[in-house]
């Protein structure tokens, strides 16, 4: 078992005013404190299977937040409405209560680089994403700044990348080249299907299986080139890349997987989980097997109210422990949505039997475990 202790809400105070090293989950458990894999590289890197922090095996635990997702000119109410709860309260919670070290940023693709937007619009959007990436470095948190093409932040929704999203990497990679607690998740929930066909396209890009009508009228772009992308605009951060089908499947993926560049601090793999009612074959099948080979995440998770009583409520637990076998950790969603979660904006966790059903309760209940707690 893994686990990764928390520092004290005395080094919390001071990480506010500028001590953000270590942060919390820093300060690795006795029997992981001796990795020495990588060592010389400062902030995130990932050596075989496991991501490091400074050296020292980092299990990330944490939330999503919706709230950076909406840019100032996108009307869209979940997203405004977490947008306004996003500050030091909201993470020191996340912190503090949930034994939370990661949190994971959902932006815009078209508020970095829709050119029918002005260019104060975007260096407007820009700028708000380092305040929010700022504060939540202040505090000691790793960041995952995960690109989305979704209706929350006014996106149109393609089914794979295409030029846009090359276009915002080239806006957002070279603004946090410098910041090795930053991770990149290249492109949030691609729509591609788990052939042999399907996953090629993935990787290089191409016209097929998905053509460019159904991509909005924009060629598929590879994840390859998204990764060259990055690491041509001198980013050398971790990027993570998501499976197929809405990340909900790695099935197929060990023969296409992507190729680093020369300095590049690491390629990870990121998964959606859930559905996982299927029980341990279909995890194992579907995510696991990656896990013995390179550095897998799941970066979102949750099952809500209409899920209590059924196998998702009942199975939860054992997933998660699951997960915890193979030390794959979770930024799960979300802290800033209530009924996922969260309950209220006092940040009570979602739990069956009470008045706002949901995961949270079985969730930070295996935050605090992992934490030593």
Not at 314 to 325: D, I, K, R, V
Request: negative net charge; glycine residues 10%; proline residues 5%.
């Amino acid at each position: 078992m893994t686990r990764i202790t928390m520092f004290g809400s005395a080094c919390l105070l001071a990480a506010v005013t500028g001590c953000t090293d270590p942060g919390p989950g820093d300060a690795a458990a006795p029997d992981e404190a001796q990795v020495a894999q990588d060592a010389t590289v400062t902030g995130m890197a990932i050596s075989g299977t496991q991501l490091l922090r400074d050296g020292a095996v980092f299990v990330p635990r944490g939330f999503n937040m919706i709230g950076a997702l909406t840019p100032a000119w996108c009307n869209q109410g979940s997203g405004v409405q977490a947008r306004t709860h996003y500050g030091t309260t909201e993470l020191t919670a996340a912190i503090n209560t949930w034994h939370a070290n990661t949190i994971r940023l959902q932006v815009s693709q078209r508020g970095l680089e829709d050119p029918t937007l002005t260019a104060d619009q975007r260096a407007a959007y820009l700028s708000a994403i380092h305040t929010d990436v700022s504060l939540a470095r202040g505090l000691g948190l790793v960041v995952i700044l995960s690109m989305q093409d979704q209706s929350i932040g006014c996106g149109p929704v393609h089914l794979l990348p295409s030029q846009q999203t090359v276009d915002a990497w080239n806006v957002l990679a070279p603004s946090f080249a410098s910041s090795p607690y930053v991770m990149f998740e290249l492109f949030n929930e691609p729509q591609n299907t788990d052939s042999a066909a399907a996953w090629e396209q993935w990787r290089i890009g191409g016209t097929t299986p998905i053509t460019t009508a159904d991509n909005l009228g924009d060629a598929p772009v590879g994840f390859q080139t998204l990764v060259n992308t990055v690491r041509a605009a001198g980013a050398k951060n971790v990027v993570l890349a998501d499976g197929a089908l809405h990340a909900e499947h790695f099935d197929g993926l060990a023969s296409h997987l992507l190729t680093e560049q020369t300095g590049g601090h690491g390629i990870g793999y990121a998964f959606h989980p859930y559905y996982y009612t299927p029980g341990t074959t279909y995890w194992q099948n579907s995510w696991g097997y990656l896990a013995a080979t390179r550095f897998i995440i799941a970066t979102e998770w949750d099952y809500q109210s209409d899920d209590c009583g059924t196998t998702a409520q009942s199975l939860a637990p054992a997933f998660l422990t699951w997960l915890e076998g193979k030390h794959i950790g979770m930024t799960a969603h979300a802290f800033d949505v209530l009924g996922t979660q969260v309950a209220d904006w006092s940040w009570t966790p979602t739990q069956c039997g009470t008045a706002s059903g949901g995961s949270g309760a079985d969730l930070k209940a295996w935050f605090t475990h992992l934490a030593g707690g």
